[in-house]
DNA sequence: TCCTTATTGATAAATTTTACTATTAGCAAT
DNA sequence: ATTGCTAATAGTAAAATTTATCAATAAGGA
């Protein structure tokens, strides 16, 4: 009866994600686990990053300039990219994004299921550089 | 001494992605210009639609499960994208965005430059189709 | 332990985007 | 108009990212 099976790929893939802070492109998954597991494979990690998304268990990001990165963190939270370097932060301080969504949904018809925010910028230590 | 040209392409393409709602892909806008004027080449799409967000002519959005769109719309509004049928969607109603800017740039000392925000949901047809 | 089948690894292929280069054409100066 | 400079283009190849395919493996219920 049951249908999703439990298998160590799985649990690395979602660990190394959840105990992430730094938003890895399913490449940069790969790349963290090929040494704990040898074997690994590119595409389980893209099949497994895919699947936990849709059940909610990850976010998905995608970003400009960049591969979709994926977020163990389910707080509600935004994102800021530098355009310069690339360096993707998080950003709390977030004030019911719920009511947002409910919002949106009774204006429009749509069932909203999330919504996903990237500003834009450029970091302190870019600004620092000059130009 | 001037450095960029005004072609026959660039108007073509600009006036297509500011004429249309639809909020296109580079290819949409390809195949919606490749009548008009026969031997336009796909990279040029590209190369000025990158160049023309970089310009702040018109805004680049990046969308899961899809390519790149283009929005020659400049007013800020948000998107809405049905993970169904991938109905794309604008949301106006969208109040004080430009403080949202500056107080995160006092937060954190990025220079905040834009930002883009996405709904995830399903649409009123979908709905109704079930399921 | 056996059986069913979800999952994987390996690879190919599809998709999306950028890079390269000879040629064309915009435009400023003659 | 004509010339000269070079940004921009068309055409093509290639890079980058992601998904599909499929035989072999392994999870987990009987």
Redesign the pocket.
């Known amino acids: 009866?049951?249908?999703?099976?439990?298998?160590?790929?799985?649990m690395l893939i979602l660990s190394t994600v959840c105990a992430s802070k730094a938003h890895p492109?399913?490449?940069q998954v790969y790349d963290m686990l090929k040494n704990e597991?040898p074997?690994?494979?590119?595409?389980?990690v893209?099949?497994?990053l895919?699947r936990m998304a849709e059940l909610g268990q990850i976010r998905r990001l995608s970003v400009t300039?960049?591969?979709?990165r994926f977020d163990g963190d389910l707080r509600p939270h935004h994102h800021i990219c530098c355009s310069a370097c690339g360096d993707f932060s998080d950003y709390f301080n977030v004030s019911d994004e719920s009511a947002i969504d409910a919002q949106i949904s009774i204006q429009t018809g749509f069932e909203i299921q999330r919504h996903e925010t990237v500003f834009y910028g450029i970091c302190p230590k870019c600004r620092a550089c000059k130009q």
């Open positions: 009866m049951l249908k999703e099976r439990t298998t160590k790929q799985k492109t399913a490449e597991m074997g690994l494979s590119l595409g389980t893209y099949r497994n895919n300039n960049s591969p979709d």
